[in-house]
């Protein structure tokens, strides 16, 4: 019995040895996996999607009377619509509505973003802070979230943690992010990174407030949303509504 029971202990040893041996290789393969997509530079990205990006956008811009590509971008994001706008200009010339892109997932509600982890998509004007070649979600363009206003609001009210990483990116999924598909992040990513980001803008709104009102009932926000809102209602404004459907 104890002869049985001592082979019975060594054989349940090396089980547990091979499943470890086979659990530690598969996480290897899966971090070798993810190292070995992680080493693209934006011109990498460029060459790799830049011609099909190009055409697709070029009929666009042919079709906004703006040179191709702008020296000018604005994105507008629209949370409740499910959809992102591109405006462009060139030189000096005034903004013209590009095209629009339905958004495929954007979480949470009307509001602005406080903290992390709420699933809030931020509300405000922001920079695009960089590229991201190597995103898990194909290519992102990363917002300037939290921007001065952001952080302004959150010192007053003694907020931390407010959240980072809030990207413009591909897949179908999205926590906070606005997730396009990756053949819009591809265009979206092209366009930018030959514009320049010094040169783009993102405007991100509940609703487009050109045509429309806060729903009502809204979700508790904080007293100075209005305020902010006031300066995205502002910024809108000097857009022209888009002509058509594109």
Not at 129 to 153: F, I, T
Not at 191 to 216: H, K, M, Q, W, Y
Request: aromatic letters at 8%; proline letters at 7%; hydrophobic letters at 40%.
């Amino acid at each position: 019995m104890k002869l049985r029971w001592q082979v019975s202990l060594v054989r349940l040893v090396l089980l547990v040895l091979i499943f470890l041996g086979v659990g530690a290789w598969v996480v290897r393969r899966h971090i070798s996996s993810r190292m070995s997509h992680t080493h693209f530079s934006v011109a990498d990205r460029l060459q790799q999607y830049g011609p099909a990006a190009d055409a697709r956008l070029l009929p666009y811009f042919q079709k906004a009377n703006v040179t191709y590509p702008p020296s000018k971008v604005v994105l507008v994001g629209l949370k409740s619509e499910l959809k992102l706008q591109v405006y462009a200009a060139d030189g000096g010339g005034i903004l013209r509505f590009v095209r629009e892109y339905p958004i495929r997932s954007a979480s949470g509600v009307p509001g602005p973003k406080l903290q992390e982890g709420d699933g809030q998509v931020p509300e405000g004007l922001y920079n695009i802070d960089s590229l991201n070649p190597n995103s898990l979600y194909h290519l992102a363009l990363r917002v300037g979230y939290p921007n001065d206003w952001d952080q302004e609001q959150a010192r007053k009210e003694g907020r931390t943690n407010l959240g980072e990483d809030i990207m413009i990116h591909g897949a179908a999924g999205s926590a906070g992010c606005l997730a396009m598909g990756d053949e819009i992040s591809e265009d979206l990513f092209v366009l930018v990174a030959r514009t320049g980001i010094e040169n783009t803008r993102l405007i991100l709104s509940p609703v487009d407030f050109r045509v429309r009102s806060l729903p009502d009932p809204m979700p508790a926000v904080p007293a100075w949303t209005g305020q902010l809102y006031a300066s995205i209602k502002t910024e809108l404004s000097q857009l022209p509504k888009p002509g058509g459907t594109n």
